[in-house]
């Protein structure tokens, strides 16, 4: 089993920031345990959406389309922590956002659609992010 634990979360004013945390845990094996490490996020009566993942190896980094150039998804490896910093926020962002582990097989990246998409089964309970108008 990997548990993982977000943090982070809160309400905000449009334009604000925030920075989410997840800690990952793995019994002595640690965040090591996954080479994926991505952030989803889930809207009331919308379905769940990929964020940004980031391969644990080189750090390469993927985004969807909605949050590039204002989120960015980074790792401490020390810490077994990966993070979500997330600027300019827009009320579209709230969501209850989700931590997730996998594991990449066919290359450096760590998408959740296309050929090389991995399959993330292991979640955390999801902190929830408001973004006021």
């Known amino acids: 089993q990997v548990e993982l634990v977000e943090s982070g979360g809160s309400s905000v004013q449009a334009g604000g920031s925030l920075r989410l945390s997840c800690r990952v845990s793995?019994?002595?094996?640690?965040?090591?345990?996954?080479?994926?490490l991505a952030w989803f996020r889930q809207a009331p009566g919308k379905e769940r959406e990929g964020v940004a993942s980031?391969?644990?190896?080189?750090?390469?980094?993927y985004y969807a389309d909605s949050v590039k150039g204002r989120f960015t998804i980074s790792q401490d490896n020390a810490k077994n922590t990966v993070y979500l910093q997330m600027d300019s926020l827009r009320p579209e962002d709230t969501a209850m956002y989700y931590c997730?582990?996998?594991?990449?097989?066919?290359?450096?990246?760590?998408?959740?659609?296309?050929?090389?998409?991995?399959?993330?089964?292991?979640w955390g309970q999801g902190t929830q992010v408001h973004v006021s108008s």
């Open positions: 997730a582990a996998g594991a990449a097989r066919f290359g450096t990246l760590c998408p959740w659609v296309g050929p090389l998409s991995v399959a993330y089964g292991y």
């Open positions: 793995r019994g002595s094996v640690g965040i090591h345990s996954s080479n994926c």
């Open positions: 980031i391969y644990n190896d080189a750090g390469t980094t």
